[in-house]
């Protein structure tokens, strides 16, 4: 029997996976947030959950720790941009885990003057690739500070001017004083698949998948790929069957399944 490992984070990632897996009619057996354990099986025998932290799931795709897996846009974005994203094929829209990254600054500094004048801002992120492209498209000159987690303690301890963080429902922002002042980017998470797993495990991980969904996206990734735009989670102005290929995965909801 092959057996198939998916990749998940806790929090938000695996509790709006759960929902999609459930509709398959598979149950994962513990829950990640009660338990230490790493690996959970599920009521489908061939199928079980690794839990890696949320920057960590592209690699063990990629590498083939695990077959699947579900990260953010964000992350993925972070990942090929570091890595290249070689083993990997990406992104299927899964539509959960809905926010976006946005530029925040303290609500008494003022953004607007400061990007026109073209004074140079300090920005504090986790995500650098995605907060460097973003003011290097707009001419505004940075200077990157990475940061690994509570980035709304930049602006208010004078670290940085502005920080580039993901926004969901803002209460975070709200909390600090901080305001959003640019959406760089809407964010889903995306279903990712090895791409030897997908050859060599070709029935089980189609058994487990929408079948049209995975042909449609296999398209669109190769199209895309080539020309880079799949870094941008299929914001394609490519070929038209690329457009008709990307239109036709986003029209199908239904991913794994039963
Ligand atoms: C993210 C982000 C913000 C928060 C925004 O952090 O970094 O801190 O969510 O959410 P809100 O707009 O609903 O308040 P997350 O909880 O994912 O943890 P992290 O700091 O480890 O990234």
């Given at each position: 029997m092959t057996t198939i490992t998916l990749a998940l984070s806790k929090g938000r990632i695996f509790d709006e996976t759960l929902p999609l897996l459930q509709a398959a009619g598979i149950e994962v057996l513990e829950d990640p947030e009660r338990s230490r354990k790493l690996i959970i099986a599920t009521s489908r025998t061939n199928v079980r959950v690794v839990i890696?932290?949320?920057?960590?799931?592209?690699?063990?795709?990629?590498?083939?720790?695990?077959?699947?897996?579900?990260?953010?846009?964000?992350?993925?974005?972070?990942?090929?941009?570091?890595?290249?994203?070689?083993?990997?094929?990406?992104?299927?829209?899964?539509?959960?885990?809905?926010?976006?990254?946005s530029v925040a600054v303290r609500a008494d500094f003022d953004?607007?003057?400061?990007?026109?004048?073209?004074?140079?801002?300090?920005?504090?992120?986790?995500?650098?690739?995605?907060?460097?492209?973003?003011?290097?498209?707009?001419?505004?000159?940075?200077?990157?500070?990475?940061?690994y987690g509570?980035?709304?303690?930049?602006?208010?301890?004078?670290?940085a001017d502005a920080i580039?963080?993901?926004?969901?429902?803002?209460?975070?922002?709200?909390?600090?004083?901080?305001?959003?002042?640019?959406?760089i980017m809407d964010i889903s998470s995306r279903l990712v698949v090895n791409q030897a797993s997908l050859k060599l495990k070709q029935p089980a991980i189609r058994g487990l998948i929408d079948r049209g969904y995975l042909d449609q996206v296999l398209i669109s990734h190769d199209i895309c790929y080539r020309s880079r735009l799949v870094r941008?989670?299929?914001?394609?102005?490519?070929?038209?069957?690329?457009?008709?290929?990307?239109?036709?995965?986003?029209?199908?909801t239904a991913v794994f399944r039963r």
């Open positions: 890696v932290r949320a920057t960590d799931v592209p690699t063990y795709v990629e590498y083939g720790g695990a077959d699947l897996g579900v990260t953010g846009l964000d992350t993925l974005i972070e990942h090929s941009a570091s890595w290249g994203a070689t083993g990997l094929y990406q992104p299927l829209d899964l539509q959960i885990a809905r926010c976006r990254v953004y607007a003057t400061a990007v026109r004048q073209g004074s140079r801002l300090k920005v504090a992120t986790k995500y650098v690739n995605i907060a460097r492209d973003f003011f290097a498209a707009k001419g505004v000159h940075v200077d990157l500070i990475k940061l509570s980035m709304e303690l930049a602006p208010l301890t004078g670290l580039v963080d993901l926004v969901s429902t803002g209460n975070t922002l709200k909390a600090n004083q901080l305001v959003e002042v640019e959406r941008w989670g299929g914001a394609c102005t490519g070929t038209r069957k690329c457009r008709v290929a990307l239109g036709r995965a986003r029209a199908v």
